[in-house]
């Protein structure tokens, strides 16, 4: 069993829906917790990174983490063909620089 | 001024050959990464090293080999690549000073295909 799992996808939703993406893990040392979008044949770029539980907005995105139940949430509001990527959960632990990774989720927004 | 640069992007080669990818960051960090996309897009952590010294170096075969020549650039060699090796390969940097602030960005990966 993976330490981070994600629901792969593919997601297709129409434009102006709400995006919901979300991982679980096993490993309750996993303390930092991050999201990041992956254009085809770019390099990963970080979204949003919290640490605590509860909810942290940015703009169109809310990242959701709940410790107790072991499990992150992203939701992208009025999503626009331009969020078409994959989005991957990262996490790491509290003296750690390494992040573990969930498989990633590839979403298109349909115009 | 690209933050975290890697060349070659693209790096098609024969089974058996040696080859290195090089990465570069100018954000002025301590930390760098290497880590292996495979084809279903998961992301693992390879190595990485801070201000110079290997920090962490995960289960990867001895055939890779990680330096670090000053804390800006990290580069990847490979002798007798195998087919299992074709991935793509992302060179990641972090302040690496603050471990509660401490985030990654990354490069824009070097494709290797091994024939």
């Known amino acids: 069993q993976k330490e981070v799992e994600q629901d792969p996808g593919p997601l297709s939703v129409p434009e102006g829906a709400i995006v919901s993406l979300n991982c679980t893990y096993s490993?309750?040392?996993?303390?930092?917790f991050m999201w990041y979008r992956q254009y085809s044949r770019k390099g990963p770029e970080l979204l949003m990174y919290?640490?605590?539980?509860g909810n942290k907005e940015d703009g169109r995105f809310t990242a959701q983490v709940d410790k107790s139940s072991k499990y992150i949430s992203l939701f992208i509001r009025d999503s626009q063909p331009s969020d078409s990527a994959t989005y991957l959960c990262?996490?790491?632990?509290?003296?750690?620089?390494?992040?573990?990774f969930g498989a990633g989720t590839t979403v298109t927004v349909r115009a | 001024d690209t933050a975290v640069s890697q060349t070659p992007k693209y790096l098609v080669t024969q089974m058996g050959n040696d080859k290195s990818i090089k990465c570069e960051q100018n954000?002025?960090?301590?930390?760098m990464y290497w880590y292996k996309q495979d084809s279903k897009k998961f992301l693992k952590i390879m190595f990485s090293y801070n201000n110079k010294e290997l920090i962490i170096n995960e289960t990867v075969p001895n055939r890779f080999s990680p330096k670090s020549p000053d804390k800006a650039h990290l580069n990847l060699h490979i002798n007798s690549l195998e087919l299992g090796d074709s991935a793509v390969y992302f060179c990641?940097?972090?302040?690496?000073?603050?471990?509660?602030?401490?985030?990654?960005?990354f490069g824009p990966g070097t494709r290797l295909t091994v024939l």
């Open positions: 954000l002025g960090h301590d930390t």
């Open positions: 919290t640490y605590s539980s």
């Open positions: 990262a996490m790491r632990h509290l003296n750690d620089y390494k992040l573990s």
């Open positions: 490993n309750s040392a996993f303390q930092y």
């Open positions: 990641a940097s972090s302040q690496g000073r603050t471990l509660n602030t401490d985030t990654q960005y």
